[in-house]
T-cell receptor, first 116, second 111 residues
Framework: EAGVAQSPRYKIIEKRQSVAFWCNPISGHATLYWYQQILGQGPKLLIQFQNNGVVDDSQLPKDRFSAERLKGVDSTLKIQPAKLEDSAVYLC??????????????FGPGTRLTVL | GENVEQHPSTLSVQEGDSAVIKCTYSDSASNYFPWYKQELGKRPQLIIDIRSNVGEKKDQRIAVTLNKTAKHFSLHITETQPEDSAVYFCAANNYGQNFVFGPGTRLSVLP
């Protein structure tokens, strides 16, 4: 089966600019996650969707980050305006069911964002 | 919220030796504990996981143990090979709640 797709793979922007990332999860996967992975650190969950509803966005900086998952399939993550500290790899993952027991997460290749 | 600590941050072993990475978690409600391997520039990949109703799980050269009372779990890799060199992340999760990852352990297997 096809894996989790993300685009773009790389993005370089100036601070205060806007950027958007796209994720297409594995077909049929109900749960979708966006993570931020800063170099040398573990992934940090930004937002978790169950179908098209938000399960957890407690660590999403809502003053500048937004995400949506229309129709419960594809998702976009937006940063507006970007700051230098937003430089990181943004990982999208999906899992078959409700996040938690017995649900392996499958990660996409990530988008490497550099903010200058 | 959940907090996951992981030790050591770096680990070097000789090829053929064993490697052990330990994680502790804070939320006693956590019930799912996966381990991910991430090679340089690549995505994290699940290598083994354990649920809270199990104390130990083994898959060939990899095993994970869980001590719910002490709130810690460990990854054991036996007969290490150069291709085991990577960053390993543990994570904890409470059904329906967010995954929290540890900071990672960089494992180097020296030939």
């Amino acid at each position: 089966e096809a894996g989790v797709a993300q685009s773009p793979r790389y993005k370089i922007i100036e601070k205060r600019q806007s950027v958007a990332f796209w994720c297409n999860p594995i077909s049929g996967h109900a749960t979708l996650y966006w993570y931020q992975q800063i170099l040398g650190q573990g992934p940090k969950l930004l937002i978790q969707f169950q179908n098209n509803g938000v399960v957890d966005d407690s660590q999403l900086p809502k003053d500048r980050f937004s995400a949506e998952r229309l129709k419960g399939v594809d998702s976009t993550l937006k940063i507006q305006p970007a700051k230098l500290e937003d430089s990181a790899v943004y990982l999208c993952a999906s899992s078959p069911g409700r996040g938690g027991v017995g649900n392996e997460q499958f990660f996409g290749p990530g988008t490497r964002l550099t903010v200058l | 919220g959940e907090n996951v600590e992981q030790h050591p941050s770096t680990l070097s072993v000789q090829e053929g030796d064993s490697a052990v990475i330990k994680c502790t978690y804070s939320d006693s409600a956590s019930n799912y504990f996966p381990w991910y391997k991430q090679e340089l520039g690549k995505r994290p990949q699940l290598i083994i996981d354990i649920r809270s109703n199990v104390g130990e799980k083994k898959d060939q050269r990899i095993a994970v143990t869980l001590n719910k009372t002490a709130k810690h779990f460990s990854l054991h890799i036996t007969e290490t090979q150069p291709e085991d060199s990577a960053v390993y992340f543990c994570a904890a999760n409470n059904y329906g709640q967010n995954f929290v990852f540890g900071p990672g352990t960089r494992l180097s297997v020296l030939p």
